[in-house]
């Protein structure tokens, strides 16, 4: 792709001191251990490199793929022709002057700011110290756990727009969350961070709700392999696990991906599965479940497909306004005449 090559090297000269990394495997990020090289792997180290570098691609029409821990997605084997910005190093944290809330910017992992709340004495994201996502992840896709859930717990949110390039804070109420999913997956955005809203509790008691949880999750996950989590979402009217158990289906297998034996509602790599594999294996499963059930599972795992480029068609769109202004300026000047 032209333009991602001129952002490229748009990228190395004006800004030497980025972490870039060209051909950068997938598999290194995503937690299913599968995934192909993406053209370019960029780590901006703070809220200020991540504007400048998405500045650029946004010049050159070219859209990035947000990743934070890489824990509920796959990439194609062949890799894909696209520049992905991680927001690993957008990992500061601070205690709100009010006590009662935390500043966590997009890359804090869920487990790190479950435990920054248990340090001081705030009660609300027990629920989340167990999910291996970040916080951008986890709000995009309202994760939640055990009755709780991000939505709970959002006070607002910075996103930066892509298409317009401009920073807007999201008011909680305003992040249209329900069942795994936000507004955010409708728009063309980067979260950048985020103000959580917890209540008083006593340090020893929020530990021990977290162990608790975290026992129950180990004692029914399979932990020990690599997945993306809770392959399909609850649908209506049951649970994703018991109907693809019901069906028949724990421990079935598609090259090296397979149905958990522990836990039917995981997907996990076997050992050395492939791209195809994992989504032939779900798609095996979600006919299967239909024909048993008359249930259709939607995947909760994001599988990128083949080929996938991302464009940033604000160019295109703009001249549209502007031909449509054009437009109508004529029809009102011919309707005076
Ligand atoms: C063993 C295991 C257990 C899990 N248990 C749970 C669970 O109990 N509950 C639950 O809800 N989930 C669970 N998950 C799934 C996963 O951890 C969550 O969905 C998590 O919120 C994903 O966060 P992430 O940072 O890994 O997102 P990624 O996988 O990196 O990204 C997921 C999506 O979010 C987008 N994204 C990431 N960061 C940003 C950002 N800053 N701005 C805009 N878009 C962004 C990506 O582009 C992608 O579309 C589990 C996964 C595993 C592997």
């Not at 001081?120 to 055990?146: D, H, R, T, W």
């Not at 930066?160 to 008011?171: N, S």
């Not at 129950?216 to 693809?244: C, H, N, T, V, W």
């Amino acid at each position: 792709m032209e333009q991602l090559e001129k952002a490229i090297a748009t990228i190395k000269e004006k800004m030497p001191e980025l972490e870039l990394r060209e051909s950068e495997p997938m598999s290194e990020h995503c937690s299913f251990k599968l995934g192909g090289p993406v053209r370019a792997f960029a780590v901006p180290k703070d809220i200020w490199e991540f504007s400048k570098l998405e500045f650029i691609l946004h010049m050159h029409s070219v859209a990035p793929l947000m990743i934070g821990k890489g824990t509920n997605m796959i990439i194609p084997d062949e890799g894909l022709e696209i520049c992905v910005i991680s927001t690993e190093k957008l990992n500061r944290i601070r205690l709100g002057e009010d006590g009662v809330t935390i500043h966590a910017e997009a890359g804090v992992s869920l487990a790190s700011l479950a435990a920054f709340a248990k340090q001081n004495s705030l009660s609300g994201l027990e629920f989340a110290s167990g999910i291996p996502g970040s916080v951008g992840g986890a709000l995009l896709m309202n994760a939640g756990a055990y009755g709780g859930e991000m939505k709970d717990v959002t006070d607002s949110v910075v996103v930066y727009y892509l298409p317009e390039q401009a920073l807007t804070e999201v008011a909680g109420k305003d992040c249209e969350f329900s069942y795994r999913h936000s507004a955010f997956e409708n728009i063309s955005c980067a979260i950048l961070s985020a103000v959580f809203r917890l209540t008083p509790g006593v340090p020893e008691e929020i530990g021990a709700k977290m162990n608790e949880m975290n026992e129950k999750r180990r004692a029914s996950q399979p932990l020990d392999m690599p997945s993306a989590g809770s392959a399909f979402k609850r649908p209506e009217g049951g649970y994703a696990a018991a109907l693809i158990d019901e069906a028949g289906l724990k421990g079935f297998t598609v090259g090296g991906a397979m149905i958990s034996t522990k836990h039917a509602g995981f997907a996990v790599n076997a050992g050395g599965a492939s791209y195809d594999d994992v989504v032939e294996l779900l798609d095996k499963v979600r006919r299967t479940v239909y024909e048993k059930s008359g249930i259709t599972l939607t995947p909760e795992i994001r599988i990128y497909p083949k080929g996938m480029v991302l464009v940033d068609d604000w160019k295109q769109r703009r001249s549209g306004i502007m031909d449509q202004m054009a437009k109508s300026s004529q029809e009102k000047a011919e309707a005076q005449e």
